[in-house]
């Protein structure tokens, strides 16, 4: 058994949290070219573009650095760590140009003309090092200056050698595998971009007619894109930060939690099933996104 003396001698239990901490979230969008995702994150809060020199094309009242370096990158993040700024967001723009600005900086670092010259697969794993250190310092900017975060990607086309079946093409960030692997972890959702399409079919005709429809983000897994969030945001969003930022206080536990205690203290429960009801309630604050929505989708039907 753990007492209060025994956590005054271990300062480390002291550090054991529950839930998670209340600090920005860290977001990787990728999508195809002009689809919008410079536009989505230019419309977060405060932000400041870390993108190349000719970035951000048509969206010049945004502010912008661009490093020449992974040197001068990771000092304007120390800056802005250490400095409560006007900045509220860290947009890098994109991945695939960080990638590249790794890749030149630790070469003429180490005195090496190309990123090869390391010998087979020994150059990426050194890039591999500096993107977890890049990561850890975006983290700390989040920790210390509440910093939310943003990546953007760009996204081509690869095909997919599916073991268990037929090959299919798919849209993957660009980049190595080893790199976009890293990055495809890190954030709390990981985000895909694109133009809803519909295809229509004409009646008495066999063709097929695809019309592009909104800008939407896609937050789940398909075999045609990654995706992910830890959020519990609904498959497909508009491609818009309002409605983005909406959908994750709307799914959130807190706010689910306070709505499942508002239906039931309305809600029409026979006699029998009252006890069952009043025991699952008991334990509301402690269930999971999936079983509030499973209980208020239950308790909508007893209005």
Known sequence: MITGNQNTMNPLLNKIKRGNANVPLRYVVAGPEGVGKSTLASKSPSPLFICAEDGLTGLDHIQR??????????????????SAGEFKTIVIDTTD????????????????????????????????GELVLLLQKLDLARQKAGLGIIMLSHVHIRTFNDPRGQSYERFEMKGHKRFTGILREWPDACLFATYEVFQTKEKGKSRETTIGGERVLHTQWSPAWDAKNRMNLPDVLPLDWDALQSAITENSVVTLTAKIKALYSTAKIADADKPKWDKWMSGVDSLSADKLKAGIENLTKKQ
């Not at 010998?119 to 794993?125: A, L, N, P, S, W």
């Open 97 to 128: 140009w960080l990638e590249r600005l790794i890749c030149a900086s630790v070469c003429k670092r180490d005195g090496k003309s190309d990123i090869e010259d390391y010998g087979y697969g020994k150059g990426y794993v050194v890039m591999e």
């Open 65 to 82: 650095f661009a490093p020449a370096d992974l040197t001068e990158l990771n000092s304007m993040l120390d800056a802005l760590i250490a």
